[in-house]
């Protein structure tokens, strides 16, 4: 595995492959690696002839109370990791590298239909920061297909919707959530969990898999948000929202019927957890 720091040279590398015909996949991260990150590399492998991934923590998506400085660094165990997954290829530039002018005040790409909402509202320009660096990334990568993880559900859309605005001629696929044998969605951020939190996060995902029963079974929506978000509270956690949403756009749900998915966010200790189930509901009864 090559591993480069500079966009120039990465360029060229990968500008080489594409004139040998060759399709480039995408798989982009912030380090912190675990078996999530890896399923991504393993369908970039089937979806492309190389794999490029990146590591960056991206400075623009953190809000002035996250946890920018102290998110987990392990780029070495990282490196380790994605070239025994078959990585050809490691971007891992330093935040100058990609804000040559500072991320104070670069320019930047937003996405409002998608981004306001959810954890858009309790991480205002979060997602302006997601979407900035991935149009950066598209850009210098320039891949035909890029892998995200279905676990951000929201970040997912917002990417979509970027793609197709921007016209960028990328596939973006989702990866369903990788699980805990428990049924912990994986995250970089579980470290933050003590031993007994780590006990009692695994509530979030069967909250979730409780709602989306009910739901099939013809419950309300607002109802549902409602008794799920009461669950997490008796759970322990400090719910930061429950939504029964449209899956495709993230719109409410208006009528019965149609597939929905079921978004949640929830402070356990230090950790923000989020995780999310997609539902097929029938109009009328259980499908």
Sequence with gaps: MEILTRIR???????????????????????????????????????????VATIFVN????????????????????????????????????????????????????????ASALCGASRPGHFTGVATVVAKLFNIIQPEVALFGEKDYQQLLVIRRLTEDLCFPVEVVGVPTVRESDGLAMSSRNAYLNSVERQQAPELYRSLCAAADALRAGRPAGR????TEAALQGAGFRPDYVAVRRADDLGPVSEPGGEQVILAAAWLGRARLIDNLRVRCGGAGTQ
């Design 224 to 227: 549902v948000e409602r008794e």
């Design 9 to 51: 040279s990465t360029r060229a590398v990968v500008d080489g492959w594409r004139r040998q015909g060759q399709r480039i996949a995408l798989v982009p991260t912030m380090g912190n690696l675990h078996a999530g990150h890896l399923a991504l590399v393993e369908e970039a492998r089937r979806r492309g002839d190389r794999v």
């Design 59 to 114: 400075p623009l998506q953190f809000g002035p109370q996250e946890d920018f400085t102290a998110y987990p660094r392990t780029l070495a165990e990282d490196q380790r990791r994605l070239s025994g997954a078959g990585v050809d290829l490691l971007f891992a530039p330093e935040v100058e590298e990609v804000y040559p002018r500072g991320s104070a005040e670069p320019s930047r790409v937003e996405v409002p239909a998608l």
